[in-house]
């Protein structure tokens, strides 16, 4: 079945340190990847969405300069959090769909997720 | 919020009986799907279920869909303690970009 990979799986940084987190497709191409923050005990908000080759789509009241995002490959989206502090501790979740089924009736696979604890 | 509504938050019970978890959503949807996570770990994709599908089967799992009522339900028939994660509901809405939303989350405890 499809995968998707997410590196690292805990991060605790000081304050002010900028943290990158992967999220690879291992066994499909994906055009499309989507990055969530999830608190504890919470559902999961998407964050944005990543689009290989191009500019990243942020959902409102999340700040594209704090949360970086660079889909260089159809296999490799990250996600950096830049100048982290502690409000920014938290559980981000990555998942992609093929490409050619985003719009099609099927599920996304996910990431195991990056716990992130800012010191 | 875009959120859904799960309901319960939270749920008990014994090992070999069956879990009902409800889900509303707000607006016309492509189709609704629901997930597992165990604690501390990304999602797992349990059933799709189609705008124009009323009822679905995989297994132990069993969901229903009332478009009229913006409504679906996850049944889990004789529960097993391996069970006990956290489900959500997420919805494709139509004309979106392929992204989900999804529920609040019923936290699930199977007490073997």
């Known amino acids: 079945g499809a995968v998707v990979s997410q590196h690292p799986s805990r991060v605790i940084c000081k304050s002010g340190t900028s943290v990158k987190i992967e999220c690879r497709s291992l066994d499909f191409q994906a055009t499309t990847m989507f990055w969530y923050r999830q608190f504890p005990k919470q559902s999961l908000m998407l964050m944005a969405t990543s689009n290989e080759g191009s500019k990243a789509t942020y959902e409102q009241g999340v700040e594209k300069d704090k949360f970086l995002i660079n889909h260089a490959s159809l296999t490799l989206s990250t996600l950096t959090v830049t100048s982290a502090h502690p409000e920014d501790s938290s559980f981000y979740i990555c998942?992609?769909?093929?490409?050619?089924?985003?719009?099609?009736?099927?599920?996304?696979?996910f990431g195991d997720g990056t716990r992130l604890s800012i010191l | 919020s875009q959120q859904g509504e799960e309901d319960p938050q939270a749920l008990s019970i014994q090992e070999g009986e069956n879990a009902t978890m409800n889900c509303s959503y707000k607006t016309s949807i492509n189709n609704l799907q629901w997930y597992r996570q165990n604690s501390g770990r990304g999602l797992v994709h349990l059933i799709l279920?189609?705008?124009?599908?009323r009822e679905k089967h995989s297994g132990r799992l069993r969901v229903t869909l009332d478009t009229s009522k913006k409504s679906s339900s996850l049944l889990i028939t004789a529960s097993r303690a391996a069970d006990t994660a956290s489900y959500f509901c997420?919805?494709?809405?139509?004309?979106?970009?392929?992204?989900?939303?999804f529920g609040q989350g019923t936290t699930l405890q199977v007490k073997p």
């Open positions: 279920i189609r705008s124009n599908e």
């Open positions: 998942s992609a769909k093929s490409t050619g089924t985003v719009y099609s009736n099927q599920p996304q696979h």
């Open positions: 997420a919805t494709a809405y139509s004309g979106n970009t392929g992204k989900l939303i």
